[in-house]
């Protein structure tokens, strides 16, 4: 995308990233490239940056939204950058934006990506969008040296194919395949959404009831209903319901989809108010509270949600 930086030559990447990338196919495959973020991501790349990863790469099945994340990364540290042609003007190249478009090229593939009728390279919305568009343009979303040779259209050199990739393996957790992995997928689409209490479902965020009347979003269960629909599950709506919905699983045996419960009183299930998508070392995916958005919590350690854990279960297919 900008000026070449050396010239055209064969790519070259150790062989781990190679078998790595072999295995990486459409949406749905367990290549590390589509897994949770980790915790060096969570605590590296901006909550809203994250979000927009993560929302842009749904536009372009197979692309991992850490792909993005890590050419946003080595671009402008997530338009960290005080380098001139971050947030005005051009660097010396011509480049300008989050995600360093040359003019022509933004003018080709750039994209609104929130919806504000504008398309801006200066805006991390629209840049990030429009930097996924043009990745999928060169077939990045078909893995392997698909996704190489984009990354190489994006800059013209093997150092900085390298340099994206091992970013990418960083910010990004093994995500095992089968129907688990998906609802992970689909339930990390939604990380930012607010909280609406009766909100959500098979289809994606809805407006709640009583006091989520005014905000479309998720509850805890309306998340983890539409997660595993995703997957091909039809679960309950609420999450004493659903407590009763699939095989019960112990706590050692937890895998990523996986639905964690938490009860007023553990020894009644009667009392479960909250539920969460494991999402692998004490991490879930949940919607808290009125207030509060999707997001990643540790539950293991927190002296709360320890108290309060009563089991977990993992939907299959017969689940009603």
């Not at 605590?43 to 809203?48: E, G, K, R, V």
């Not at 994209?111 to 504008?118: I, N």
């Not at 150092?159 to 089968?178: C, F, I, M, N």
């Not at 539409?226 to 112990?250: E, N, S």
């Amino acid at each position: 995308m900008k000026a070449a930086a050396a010239a055209v030559a064969a790519i070259t990447l150790p062989l781990a990233l190679v078998l790595l990338l072999a295995g990486q196919g459409q949406a749905g495959g367990g290549s590390t490239l589509t897994g949770a973020p980790t915790d060096l991501a969570r605590s590296d790349i901006p909550p809203a940056y994250l979000r927009w990863y993560t929302d842009a790469a749904q536009t372009c099945p197979g692309l991992g939204w850490n792909v993005l994340a890590a050419i946003g990364k080595v671009e402008t540290d997530h338009g960290r950058s005080t380098l001139p042609g971050v947030h005005t003007g051009q660097n010396h190249a011509g480049a300008g934006g989050p995600m360093q478009f040359l003019a022509a090229t933004w003018a080709a593939y750039g994209a609104d990506g929130d919806h504000d009728g504008h398309r801006d390279r200066y805006n991390p919305a629209d840049a990030i969008h429009g930097a996924a568009n043009y990745l999928c343009h060169n077939n990045a979303g078909k893995g392997g040296r698909h996704l190489r040779r984009a990354i190489w259209h994006y800059n013209h050199a093997d150092w900085y194919v390298r340099k994206v990739l091992d970013q990418a393996e960083r910010y990004a957790a093994p995500t095992p395949t089968g129907r688990g992995s998906v609802a992970v997928r689909a339930a990390l689409r939604w990380l930012g959404t607010p909280y609406s209490w009766g909100g959500g479902g098979p289809s994606g965020p809805t407006y709640g009831t009583a006091h989520g009347a005014g905000i479309k979003g998720f509850d805890c269960s309306g998340l983890a209903q539409h997660a595993w629909a995703k997957a091909g599950i039809r679960l309950p709506r609420v999450a004493a319901d659903q407590y009763r919905a699939g095989t019960h699983i112990p706590r050692h045996a937890l895998k990523p989809g996986d639905l964690v419960f938490f009860a007023t009183n553990p020894g009644n299930p009667a009392t479960i108010h909250h539920v969460g998508i494991h999402l692998g070392n004490g991490r879930m995916i949940h919607a808290p509270q009125t207030g509060d958005v999707v997001r990643i919590a540790t539950y293991t350690g927190n002296p709360t949600r320890e108290r309060q854990y009563i089991g977990a279960i993992r939907p299959a297919p017969s689940s009603r």
